[in-house]
């Protein structure tokens, strides 16, 4: 905890002087090099853009980005809140089938200027701190002279009081994950981002917690499928409840988790004569993992959030 | 030595020179309106489009293909050959040193300079494409004139006729008549027109496209406007809702029209018969129509299609024959992978395609893979082969784990006492099945490795 406190105060110090070199008059233009610098808009016009992956399902997305972005917009009547996706396939998408013009972060970062924001707030809403979020930071920074503040809320599983909210968030909607004879598996992306190792930290956290039977595999990396059937094997459950661990429930949700084919970790745990339910749940839809983000917002205004 | 000089003869009497000639060994006019003349059939042939690639292989001329379009992943060996694509620079097709490239009048329309580029190569350039159904015994002896297939051709054109009036007698007593809406685009819910290939699979599977007022877009084009307020004007009249999917203006998925929310008035949605199928399938101009207008039917009149009555008799059961049972039983969609992707994704399980001994060109080849695909028939890696084994048995362990999986068994706790639960290799299975009376015991003994006969299949799938 001290240790804590003592890199939150170094990080608001670097924070502080962060805003003060961009306090700077509103009326007074930026000499950018990409000429996006023109005046800085008005500090007290307040926005949170919040940034997600996307997804084309309609009813899907409003479940779980779209329920993230009404708990921050209740939460925060102060600031307007708008939404960007980093997947222009998805954006592409929607406006060609929809006629839902979506931003990307580019975009979005624009408008804001556009429109006069002065304050911004740049909340993801990834799982952890990797590639999507590096390049998210990245595609923001070039427009944050535009603005007299801009900061940037944590994804989801960033402090170690994170990965205790997760537990408490998900342990509120799962009651199986106390049962005996059945095991909870939460199934992740995945990534060669070092930042992978976010999942094993959660599973040691579930274990240290007393859920035994809650373990944390992944589709794309480490831990893999047999690496969690080794598990499973130990347990001596006889049904298993399978979740995605994703914001979204999408395509790899419905295909490589809970899809009934070959590969799928539905069929593959079936086949070894497990009794296997797949809730297509994405994790935007658990209530208190929506206070998260909340949460994550509020440090980024509290001046708590590390500005890189 | 030879062979390089009919090669440079051929090359010389192409399209576009002066030597074409009427008199030549193989003359015809293409779909770009160009005069082809050749000497003798093509040696390096480079396909440009994903049909001509399937059709030279069907007309067994693979041999005589060097390169392939890049995203043809079908027949699954085809995805080996070297790729090439129009919108790439011409030098590497050039560079090749093919005899022939087969394109179509889309490219030549939509890559002139690319086309101009290989004709200015002295590369004999064909352009083909069946604008109609009508027009596809047409096209497909061209293909077999430029690659001297010409008595292949005639034999897969009978049988590729033979086989659709087979369908069509099937389905043509049925009733009532099934009436389907054929969803291509999911912008604006676009259909197809009546007489292009998807609606004339309707027609052959004994079908009534509920979309008879469409009409195309564009003069020629098989593509129709419709839109959601028509389809739901007639969402009493739809029996079957069927979705093309593909690369291209892909209609919805399974998902994206359940979200569809005025759609529970339709009636194939109320009566949960809404499917996909593979544009290849239905819409590209290849042998694998049959399929198509086979997969249509079987959603149309499952019944009929997918009669198994032929298995029903005591005979030791092959493992080709469990798994056309398990398809037809359980009317899965047969499996056609559609990413062009597909064969570079490293694979976790059985890669399409890539059994030692069910190949693409036999009977049993799409139940084989469908059954596989659904996890529920297994198959045996040997180093970095896959087999499948179609004529060996099927272990009555091997059946309680295809039951287990297709369905939705709980343990029921009873714990049955089974004398050789030993000797099977999933326990938890077995005593599964067994407590839920899928299964009966033989003097307490489960005999895991006994072969079963076809009924007994048919009583273990009749329990789902």
Known sequence: MKIKNILAAALAGVMLAGLCSCGAPAEETSSNEQGKGAAKGDASKQAILVVSFGTSYNDTREATIGAVEKAIEASFPDYDVRRAFTSQTIIDKLKERDGEEIDNVTEAMERLTADGYGTVIVQPTHVMNGYEYEEMLELCRPYEENFVSVKYGKPMLTSVEDYEDVIHAVAAEIPEMTADDTAVVFVGHGTEHFANATYSALAYRFNADGYENTFVGTVEAYPDMDDIKAKLAKSGVSKIMLLPFMIVAGDHATNDICGEEEGSWYTELKKEGYEVTGVKKGLGEYKQLQDIFVKHVQDAIDGEAEEE | MLLAAVMITALAACAGTAEVSSDAAIYFTDDDGSEISLDAPAERIISLYSAHTE??????????????????????????????????????????????????????????????????????????????????????????????????????????????????????????????????????????????????????????????????????????????????????????????????????????????????????????????????????????????????????????????????NDNEATRAGFADIIVKHEHMPIYVPSSSKYYDTPAKGHTFGMFEDVKWRDDEFDSIETAVYSGAVTWTKDGDREYFYPEGKVTREELAKAVFVLGEFKASGKNIAISDLSDCESPRIVTTLVDNGVFALSNGSFEPKRAVTNNEIIAALDML
């Open chain 2, 55 to 312: 059709n030279l292989y069907s007309l067994g001329a693979e041999d005589r293909l060097i390169g392939n379009y890049h995203t043809a992943i079908y027949p699954p060996d085809a995805a080996n050959l070297d790729m090439y694509d129009y919108s790439e620079d011409p030098e590497k097709v050039i560079a090749a040193n093919p005899d022939a490239v087969i394109i179509r009048p889309f490219i030549t329309r939509k890559a002139p300079d690319f086309v101009e580029a290989l004709r200015r190569a002295d590369i004999c350039v064909i352009s083909l494409y069946p604008d109609s159904l009508d027009e596809f015994d047409d096209y497909i002896k061209k293909l077999a004139m430029v690659t001297g297939t010409e008595q292949k051709a005639e034999e897969l054109l009978s049988k590729f006729h033979a086989e659709l009036d087979q369908i069509s007698n099937m389905t043509k007593d049925a009733e009532p008549k099934q009436r389907v809406f054929f969803e291509t685009t999911e912008t604006n819910i676009r259909t197809t027109t009546v007489d292009s290939m998807a609606g004339r699979a309707i027609t052959a599977a004994g079908g009534v496209n509920a979309a008879q007022d469409a009409s195309p877009s564009e003069e020629g084009s098989t593509i129709a406007e419709y839109g959601i307020e028509r389809v739901l004007e007639k969402a009493d009249d739809i029996d079957v809702y069927v979705s093309q999917r593909g690369a291209m203006n892909s209609g919805g998925s399974l998902e994206s029209i359940a979200e569809r929310h005025e759609y529970v008035a339709i009636k194939a949605v109320k009566n949960k018969r809404v499917y996909t199928i593979n544009e290849k399938l239905i819409s590209s101009p290849t042998f694998r129509y049959v399929k198509g207008v086979r997969e249509m039917a079987r959603f149309l009149y499952p019944e009929i299609m997918d009669n198994y009555d032929a298995y029903k």
